[in-house]
C-alpha cells in the first residue's frame, strides 16, 4: 500500500509536468510524462480491486487519450513537414491556402458553378455527395485566352475548399536523366497525400505534356505516362482530398490522351470578361485605393471589350500610378477619376481579338 501512495504522488507530479510541458510547447517532454503516468496508474490498478480498480483504470485512459492526442499532432506534423520536404526538393513553392476567395472573382459565374458543383460542394459534403453518388476525382481543364483569370480562380477554389494550394512550374518536374522525370511526378503526387487536402495544379499543362509529334525523348513519352498513371489511379477514399486542376490557353496543344474519360476529362472554357464582368473588374481593382473620385464603371466596361481581367487590372494599377506621380509633383492630394483610367485604356490594345476567340470557339465546338 505504501508503494501505491508514492505511485500516486508520483503520477500527481508528472501529469503536472506533463501539462506544464504542453501549455510550454514542449510535445516531447509531455509525451514523455503522460507515457510515465500511464504506466503506474496501470500498475496501481493491477493492485487494486473494486471502484478503486475501475477509477485507476478510467484515469488511466484518460492519461492515455490526453497522450495519443499529443502523438497525434506530431504525426500530422511529421506529415506536412515531409510533404513539404519533397516539394522543396523538387523547386516547387511551399503551398499554402491562398487569400483569394470567389468574391475576389469577377463574371465567370457558370465557371464558378461548374466548380462548385464538380469540386466544392462535393469536398466540403463528403457524406452527401457519397449517398447521391455523385462522383468526383480525377481533373479538370481550365482553358481559356490569356489573363482571363483561370490561375486566380484556381487559387480561389483551393481558398473555399481549405486545401493547400500546390503550384506546379511543368519546367521544375521535367528531367533529362534517365527515369527521374515519372520519379519528379511520383513525388508531387506523394507530397500532395502528405498535405490532403490539396490541389495539385498544373499551369501551362501544354508545355509539360505537349501533343506528341513522334519526336519526344523518351523521357517526356514516359513522363505523360506516369502522369496519366497518377490522374488516372485517383479513385480511392484518401484520394478524395486531392484534386487535380490544369489550365492552358493552348489547348489544342495537349496530348490528346490526358482529356480522356478519368483523366482531365471536366474542360471548362474560361472566356474574356462581358460587360458586367468588367465592370466588376474596375470595382474591385480600384476598391482599395481611398482617393477614388467620379467613376462611371458603365462607361469604362463599355470601352473596354476584348481586354482581359489582366488588361484591366494592368489599366487601374498604371491609372492609379499617374495620379499617385501628380500627387507627389504637385503636393495636391486628387482622387483617381474616369478619365485617368479611359486616358491608359487609349494607350494600350486589349490583349483579346477576334481571331482567338474564333479559335477557342472551334476548338469548344469540335
Ligand atoms: N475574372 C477576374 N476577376 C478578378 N481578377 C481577374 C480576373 N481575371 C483576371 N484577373 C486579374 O488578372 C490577373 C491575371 O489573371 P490570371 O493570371 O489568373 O490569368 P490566366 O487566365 O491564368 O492567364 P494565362 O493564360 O496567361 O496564364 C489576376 O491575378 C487577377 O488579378
Ligand atoms: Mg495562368
Request: aromatic content about 10%; glycine content about 6%.
Given at each position: 500500500?505504501?508503494?501505491?501512495?508514492?505511485?500516486?504522488?508520483k503520477i500527481t507530479k508528472l501529469l503536472k509536468e506533463a501539462i506544464n510541458y504542453e501549455t510550454q510547447g514542449k510535445k516531447e517532454e509531455a509525451i514523455e510524462s503522460y507515457k510515465n503516468a500511464h504506466k503506474y496508474l496501470?500498475?496501481?490498478?493491477?493492485?487494486?480491486?473494486?471502484?478503486?480498480?475501475?477509477?485507476?483504470?478510467?484515469q488511466a485512459e484518460n492519461v492515455l487519450k490526453a497522450y495519443n492526442s499529443l502523438k497525434n499532432v506530431d504525426i500530422n506534423e511529421d506529415k506536412i513537414n515531409n510533404g513539404k520536404k519533397i516539394l522543396q526538393?523538387?523547386?516547387?513553392?511551399t503551398p499554402e491556402i491562398?487569400n483569394?476567395?470567389?468574391?475576389?472573382?469577377?463574371?465567370?459565374?457558370?465557371?464558378?458553378?461548374?466548380?462548385?458543383?464538380?469540386?466544392?460542394?462535393?469536398?466540403?459534403?463528403?457524406?452527401?455527395?457519397?449517398?447521391?453518388?455523385?462522383?468526383?476525382?480525377?481533373?479538370?481543364?481550365?482553358?481559356?485566352?490569356?489573363?482571363?483569370?483561370?490561375?486566380?480562380?484556381?487559387?480561389?477554389?483551393?481558398?473555399?475548399?481549405k486545401?493547400n494550394?500546390?503550384?506546379?512550374?511543368?519546367?521544375?518536374?521535367?528531367?533529362?536523366?534517365?527515369?527521374?522525370?515519372?520519379?519528379?511526378?511520383?513525388?508531387?503526387?506523394?507530397a500532395?497525400?502528405l498535405l490532403s487536402p490539396a490541389?495539385?495544379?498544373?499551369?501551362?499543362?501544354?508545355?509539360?505534356?505537349?501533343?506528341?509529334?513522334?519526336?519526344?525523348?523518351?523521357?517526356?513519352?514516359?513522363?505523360?505516362?506516369?502522369?496519366?498513371?497518377?490522374?488516372?489511379?485517383?479513385?480511392?477514399?484518401?484520394?478524395?482530398?486531392?484534386?487535380?486542376?490544369?489550365?492552358?490557353?493552348?489547348?489544342?496543344?495537349?496530348?490528346?490522351?490526358?482529356?480522356?474519360?478519368?483523366?482531365?476529362?471536366?474542360?471548362?472554357?474560361?472566356?474574356?470578361?462581358?460587360?458586367?464582368?468588367?465592370?466588376?473588374?474596375?470595382?474591385?481593382?480600384?476598391?482599395?485605393?481611398?482617393?477614388?473620385?467620379?467613376?462611371?464603371?458603365?462607361?469604362?466596361?463599355?470601352?473596354?471589350?476584348?481586354?482581359?481581367?489582366?488588361?484591366?487590372?494592368?489599366?487601374?494599377?498604371?491609372?492609379?500610378?499617374?495620379?499617385?506621380?501628380?500627387?507627389?509633383?504637385?503636393?495636391?492630394?486628387?482622387?483617381?477619376?474616369?478619365?485617368?483610367?479611359?486616358?491608359?485604356?487609349?494607350?494600350?490594345?486589349?490583349?483579346?481579338?477576334?481571331?482567338?476567340?474564333?479559335?477557342?470557339?472551334?476548338?469548344?465546338?469540335?
Amino acid at each position: 500500500m505504501k508503494d501505491d501512495a508514492t505511485n500516486i504522488s508520483k503520477i500527481t507530479k508528472l501529469l503536472k509536468e506533463a501539462i506544464n510541458y504542453e501549455t510550454q510547447g514542449k510535445k516531447e517532454e509531455a509525451i514523455e510524462s503522460y507515457k510515465n503516468a500511464h504506466k503506474y496508474l496501470l500498475e496501481i490498478a493491477k493492485n487494486s480491486k473494486g471502484e478503486e480498480r475501475k477509477k485507476r483504470l478510467s484515469q488511466a485512459e484518460n492519461v492515455l487519450k490526453a497522450y495519443n492526442s499529443l502523438k497525434n499532432v506530431d504525426i500530422n506534423e511529421d506529415k506536412i513537414n515531409n510533404g513539404k520536404k519533397i516539394l522543396q526538393s523538387l523547386n516547387i513553392e511551399t503551398p499554402e491556402i491562398p487569400n483569394i476567395t470567389f468574391n475576389d472573382v469577377a463574371g465567370l459565374e457558370d465557371v464558378k458553378n461548374e466548380i462548385m458543383s464538380k469540386i466544392i460542394y462535393p469536398m466540403r459534403y463528403k457524406e452527401l455527395s457519397e449517398e447521391y453518388d455523385i462522383e468526383f476525382g480525377g481533373g479538370m481543364l481550365l482553358f481559356g485566352p490569356p489573363g482571363t483569370g483561370k490561375t486566380f480562380i484556381v487559387k480561389a477554389i483551393a481558398n473555399e475548399v481549405k486545401a493547400n494550394f500546390i503550384n506546379v512550374n511543368p519546367s521544375s518536374l521535367y528531367s533529362q536523366w534517365f527515369g527521374q522525370f515519372e520519379k519528379n511526378i511520383s513525388l508531387l503526387f506523394k507530397a500532395a497525400y502528405l498535405l490532403s487536402p490539396a490541389i495539385i495544379f498544373f499551369d501551362e499543362i501544354d508545355t509539360l505534356v505537349p501533343k506528341r509529334s513522334g519526336n519526344e525523348s523518351d523521357a517526356a513519352k514516359r513522363g505523360v505516362s506516369q502522369l496519366l498513371t497518377e490522374v488516372g489511379g485517383l479513385t480511392s477514399e484518401k484520394d478524395k482530398n486531392i484534386f487535380i486542376i490544369a489550365a492552358t490557353n493552348n489547348p489544342w496543344a495537349i496530348d490528346e490522351a490526358i482529356l480522356r474519360p478519368g483523366r482531365f476529362d471536366v474542360k471548362i472554357y474560361v472566356p474574356p470578361p462581358d460587360y458586367e464582368a468588367r465592370k466588376k473588374l474596375f470595382e474591385l481593382k480600384l476598391a482599395k485605393i481611398k482617393p477614388v473620385g467620379n467613376i462611371d464603371y458603365g462607361h469604362l466596361a463599355e470601352i473596354t471589350e476584348k481586354y482581359s481581367g489582366a488588361d484591366i487590372e494592368f489599366i487601374c494599377k498604371k491609372a492609379i500610378q499617374n495620379v499617385f506621380m501628380e500627387v507627389v509633383k504637385t503636393g495636391n492630394k486628387i482622387p483617381v477619376n474616369s478619365e485617368d483610367l479611359m486616358s491608359v485604356i487609349y494607350q494600350i490594345k486589349p490583349s483579346i481579338d477576334e481571331n482567338m476567340l474564333n479559335r477557342y470557339k472551334m476548338y469548344t465546338d469540335a
